[in-house]
Nanobody, 124 residues
Framework: QVQLVESGGGLVQAGGSLRLSCAASGRTFSYYAMGWFRQAPGKEREFVATISWSGGTTYYADSVKGRFTISRDNVKNTVYLQMNSLKPEDTAVYYC?????????????????WGQGTQVTVSS
C-alpha cells in the first residue's frame, strides 16, 4: 500500500506561483515514478507531469511546459510541482499518483495509487 497526501493548493492571482507537495508513505518511494494530474470543473482528469524513480527523466503536458517543474526528494519521500506564471485555465483539483513499475507515463491507467487532491484556483 502507498498513501499519498497532497498539499500546497490555494487561491492565487494570474501570473503568480504555487508549489504543490505530495508526501508518500508505505512502500519504498524511490522505486516508483510519480505523476501529477489535474481535473477542472466539468472536464476529464488530464496529465500534467511525470518524473522517473531517479528524478532523471521528466515529461510535461504541452499546456504547462516551460511554466511547471516537477521534482522529487527521495529522502523526504516527497514529489513537488512548482507552478509559475499561473493562468485561470490552470484552475483544477491537482492529484499526485504513483506508478510502482517506475516507468513514468502520461497514461492514468498506469498509476497504481492516487492522492485525494488539492484545489488550485487562479483568479484573473
Amino acid at each position: 500500500q502507498v498513501q499519498l497526501v497532497e498539499s500546497g493548493g490555494g487561491l492565487v492571482q494570474a501570473g503568480g506561483s504555487l508549489r504543490l507537495s505530495c508526501a508518500a508513505s508505505g512502500r519504498t518511494f524511490s522505486y516508483y515514478a510519480m505523476g501529477w494530474f489535474r481535473q477542472a470543473p466539468g472536464k476529464e482528469r488530464e496529465f500534467v507531469a511525470t518524473i522517473s524513480w531517479s528524478g532523471g527523466t521528466t515529461y510535461y503536458a504541452d499546456s504547462v511546459k516551460g511554466r511547471f517543474t516537477i521534482s522529487r526528494d527521495n529522502v523526504k519521500n516527497t514529489v513537488y510541482l512548482q507552478m509559475n506564471s499561473l493562468k485561470p485555465e490552470d484552475t483544477a483539483v491537482y492529484y499526485c499518483a504513483a506508478d510502482l513499475r517506475g516507468r513514468g507515463t502520461d497514461r492514468q491507467s498506469a498509476y497504481d495509487y492516487w492522492g485525494q487532491g488539492t484545489q488550485v484556483t487562479v483568479s484573473s
